[in-house]
Structures are given as structure tokens and as C-alpha cells.
């Protein structure tokens, strides 16, 4: 591979702008007995919370026209597991080690942010999509007052480069981008999955226990374009593009409009290694268009 | 890319599919199915019905979209077959009994096979129950000892758990649940595993989807499974 591709990110330099959404792709270990997870530019762990959490009952995913809705309920083994298991496993691949927290107070953050102080890793991503338990359910990544809070909080007290991942539930998406950077995060990722529905007709109720569920994949890839757009546009950190990326034109279109680097998710579940293609489809791009860098194309739109 | 060599209406909403693939599954794995490019997102997970290690065949209902697609495979056709992935079915020994309800019929051809080619004096009885017209009884019969038909009715009526060392399962997860009950009130001493078939994403045990909340703490049904203890999936309940 050539030079094409790399990329700095808050500081952190990405041998290539593609990195496996939260979520998708567990701690790696899985993707790895598949295809040398290393050829990607960075992992996003799995959502982790202070403690474990066993995830929703029912149904965790259905089909949508180009899209999958979720909703797994941030199952994961807690934060010292992770720190215990798989966190130094991670750290010893060639590739940007971005773990994702998420929490449902304050405190569980907090927490949280102070153990995995103590441990070395490139990026931590913070999920600001859940809801406070302290605040009715609230969503955290909803208001930007709220959000502002959080990042604050955290900002304080979080000794690694803090990327914001937001939701795109939010009521003021590039007010909220510009709230986390007031308040000091070293980037923003975006988009969270859309807050979404679906009705089973034979049972006569909602298919999932939650009722609502989060909608990822292709499906919500132009709005998502869009929020990137705007809020790469309207900060001065750098953004992170997710949303239904399944193709390295969509990625390259990003990359355009403003994304530093991206994120690829749902379009693992086509085929676990679809990330490495992208990356391929990406540099022959580049390659064909005598692009020397990526950053020549970027925020070009 | 693997060949489709057969792919036939059996009857019903039920197709049996033969692919040419090298092959080393055991009884009671499945393969992540795919004969289409990105849309439907999801590849399909599909128990394995038999495979001889140079072809592996899959016998699956049309529920949706993509066994939909599958349905218009013709030979000569190409589909992504991918796996074989999961624990599948434990060697037994013994008095046997496999009990199917519907699709879930599927794994338990290629595990009586299995299980009389290992242990040539087990005895392995089948129960198959199915909504509608029975299908491939007489391969069923050809690879175990008996084999009990219910079209209709309750096929966990037509089992005694007290007369077996080991039973094995798949189907509807409201039959499977009724025979571990049926098993624990009896008093059956044969263990009872279950093959679940939770809606999976990745296949690969990553992206937890599929998770079943056991006894033994939550279990990934492709990785973990989609074999599992009935005390450990039903035993809380």
C-alpha cells in the first residue's frame, strides 16, 4: 500500500481513513479468524458501560429495504473485563484502537472514563445515544445543553483523546458538534443509528420489546451524508463519517464531504471483509485520479 | 462461490438444496447463505441436512426474502456458502430420541447418520412433527431406528423421555420448550440439547444478535451454539 490513504486524525495517524463501526465487529477477535483485521485503518470496540450488561430480551434485529434495525440493549462484559480481556490484545495490533463507551448516568461515565485512564488506547469514543436514567430516559445525545454537559464532565476528567459519537436524533446536530467542541473533544463521529419502528401484523404488536429500535445500513447513507456535511463544515475537529457506508464510492463521497475518516458497520454483515474492499476501491481511486493524498479530496464538496 | 447441483420442492413451502463445496461439517452446524450481492443485507443462516465432504445439502422453508431468492436457484447456479460455523450436535451413545418440529427437522438427518455411523449399536429414535404434509420420511427412516410421525398435533405427546440416554432437538422454540418441560416432570435423566435458531447478523459471534440468556450467562447461538443445554436455555423459566 501506498501513502495514499493515511490519514491524521486528532493527532492519531490511520494507515488508512476505514475503521469497523462499535457494535458490528465485538473486540476484533472474531473478524480476525476471518481476515487480518489489520489491513484496516482502526476498530471501534464494542459499546462498553462501567458494568457488564446482559442486552434486551426479544427480537435484536430486523430487515428493512436497505437497512437493518437493532436493538442489542449494549450487551457487553463491562469496562475492567474489557481492560482484563481484551484491551491489550487490541493495543498490540497495527491498526487505531478506538474504544467506545457509552453510560446511563454521570457517575457510570465517570466512572468508567477513570478506569480506562489507567490503560493505554488511540481514541476513546464516547456514545452519548443512551438514555439517563436520572433524567427520565432522556437520551443524553438529544440536547445539546445535555450533551455540552457530558462532554464536560468528561472532558475533565478523560486523559485520552475524546471523539464524541452523535446521534442523529439530535435536535440540533451541528449545534450539538459545536457544543463538543466548545467543551474541548478532540473529534466528533457521526451518525448513531436513526430511532426507528417496525410492527409485526401477525402478532399485533411492535416486533421489538423496545418498541423503538435503531435503523443502520445504506438506507439511512444520504442523511447521514447530509449531517456530515454540515457539521464538518460548521467545527474545526475532525469528523468521523458513518452511515450506511457498503461501497468505496460511498466512503469517497464522505471523504468529500468532509469526513477525516470513516466508519463501516452494517455493511460488515454482507461480508465480514467488505471493509477491506473499500479500502482497495478507495486507493484505486486515488491511484487513478493521481491523487497523492486523500486530504486533496477532502471537504471538497 | 459454490454450485447449486440440485434444488427441489420437496413439498409445501419446503425446497432441498445440494452444493457442491468441500466440506467437513458436522451434524447440527449451519452455513451462512447468500446468492445475491448486497441487498437483502443479511445473509441467511441454514442448517446443514446432509453432506458427504464433497457436497452439502440444505433443506429450508420459504419464510422471506431471501429464501425466497433461493427458491429460483436452478443447477449450475452460484451461491455463497459460508461455514460450516457453530457447535452443532454432542457424539451420543445409546438409546437416542431427536425430536423435530416444522423446518427444525432439517439438522437431524445428517445427525442420525452421524451418530449410527460412530456408534453403530445406539439406537436412535426420531419423532418429526410438521403442520402439514410430512416430508422425506423415508430418508428419515433409512438412517434411524424408528421414526414417529405427528401431522398436527403436539410430536412432544408422542415421546416418552424416561426410555432414552440422550435427547436432541430442534424446532420451534414453544416445542422445544415444552419438552424440557415434559423431560423435568417426568423425571428424564437423558440430558436434552437444544438447537436454537435465534435471528443472526454476523454469523461469526460478533455482533451479538443473536444472544440466548442461559442459565450458564448469555450464549451467542452461531458461536456458542446454536447447540445448547435445554436446563441451561429453560431451566430459569
Known amino acids: 500500500m501506498s501513502k495514499r490513504l493515511e490519514t491524521v486524525f486528532a493527532g492519531v495517524t490511520f494507515k488508512n481513513p476505514v475503521a469497523l463501526a462499535s457494535g458490528t465487529c465485538g473486540f476484533g477477535k472474531e473478524f480476525n479468524e476471518y481476515f487480518d483485521i489489520q489491513k484496516l485503518g482502526g476498530l471501534c470496540s464494542k459499546g462498553l458501560t462501567l458494568h457488564a450488561r446482559g442486552g434486551n430480551d426479544g427480537i435484536r434485529i430486523w430487515e428493512t429495504p436497505s437497512g437493518v434495525m437493532n436493538s442489542v440493549g449494549l450487551e457487553n462484559p463491562g469496562v475492567e473485563h474489557f481492560i482484563n480481556c481484551d484491551l491489550d490484545r487490541m493495543n498490540q495490533l497495527d491498526l487505531v484502537n478506538i474504544v467506545n463507551l457509552g453510560g446511563h448516568s454521570m457517575d457510570d461515565y465517570l466512572e468508567a472514563v477513570k478506569l480506562l485512564n489507567d490503560h493505554p488506547l488511540d481514541l476513546l469514543e464516547l456514545n452519548i445515544s443512551c438514555p439517563n436514567v436520572k433524567a427520565g430516559g432522556m437520551n443524553f445525545g438529544v440536547k445539546t445543553e445535555m450533551a455540552r454537559q457530558v462532554v464536560r464532565e468528561i472532558r475533565e476528567a478523560c486523559k485520552h483523546k475524546l471523539v464524541i459519537k452523535l446521534s442523529p436524533n439530535a435536535e440540533d446536530i451541528v449545534g450539538l458538534a459545536k457544543a463538543c467542541e466548545e467543551e474541548g473533544a478532540d473529534g466528533v463521529s457521526l451518525t448513531n443509528t436513526f430511532l426507528a419502528m417496525a410492527i409485526d401484523l401477525n402478532k399485533k404488536k411492535p416486533v421489538f420489546n423496545n418498541v423503538y429500535a435503531g435503523l443502520s445500513g445504506p438506507a439511512i447513507k444520504p442523511i447521514a451524508l447530509r449531517m456530515v456535511h454540515q457539521v464538518a463544515h460548521a467545527v474545526n475537529i475532525p469528523v468521523m463519517g458513518i452511515g450506511g457506508i457498503a461501497t468505496w464510492q460511498d466512503a469517497i463521497e464522505f471523504i468529500m464531504a468532509g469526513a477525516t475518516c470513516v466508519q463501516v458497520g452494517t455493511s460488515s454483515f454482507m461480508n465480514p471483509a467488505l471493509a477491506v474492499d473499500i479500502i482497495d476501491g478507495m486507493e484505486a481511486y486515488l491511484e487513478k485520479n493521481n491523487i497523492s493524498n486523500i486530504q486533496e479530496i477532502r471537504g471538497i464538496i | ?237
Not at chain 2, 97 to 108: E, K
Not at chain 2, 120 to 148: H, I, W
Not at chain 2, 176 to 203: H, I, T
Open chain 2, 1 to 237: 462461490m459454490a454450485k447449486v447441483l440440485e434444488n427441489q420442492r420437496i413439498t409445501d413451502d419446503f425446497y432441498l438444496m445440494k452444493v457442491e463445496e468441500e466440506n467437513n461439517a458436522e451434524m447440527g452446524q449451519f452455513y451462512m447463505l447468500r446468492a445475491w450481492d448486497k441487498y437483502p443485507i443479511l445473509s441467511r443462516p441454514i442448517s446443514v441436512f446432509d453432506s458427504d465432504g464433497k457436497t452439502v445439502s440444505f433443506l429450508y422453508k420459504i419464510v422471506g426474502q431471501g429464501t425466497e431468492i433461493f427458491k429460483g436457484l436452478e443447477p449450475g447456479d452460484e451461491i455463497k456458502i459460508d461455514g460450516p460455523h457453530g457447535n452443532g450436535f454432542p457424539d451420543a451413545n445409546g438409546k437416542i430420541a431427536l425430536v423435530g418440529g416444522g423446518v427444525g427437522v432439517a439438522p437431524l438427518y445428517l445427525t442420525a447418520k452421524r451418530l449410527k455411523a460412530a456408534n453403530p449399536d445406539a439406537v436412535v429414535d426420531m419423532y418429526l412433527g410438521f403442520s402439514g404434509e410430512p416430508m422425506l420420511v423415508d430418508r428419515y427412516e433409512a438412517v434411524a431406528d424408528s421414526v414417529t410421525v405427528n401431522v398436527g398435533g403436539f410430536v412432544t405427546d408422542d415421546i416418552d423421555p424416561t426410555k432414552y440416554d440422550v435427547i436432541m432437538t430442534c424446532g420451534p422454540e414453544i416445542m422445544m420448550k415444552v419438552l424440557y418441560k415434559k423431560c423435568v416432570s417426568v423425571g428424564a435423566a437423558a440430558p436434552l440439547y437444544v438447537s436454537m435458531e435465534n435471528r443472526m447478523a454476523c454469523g461469526i459471534g460478533a455482533c451479538l444478535v443473536c444472544t440466548c440468556k442461559t442459565s450458564g450467562g448469555n450464549k451467542r447461538a452461531c458461536k456458542d451454539g446454536p447447540v445448547m443445554l435445554g436446563s441451561e436455555v429453560f431451566g430459569n423459566e
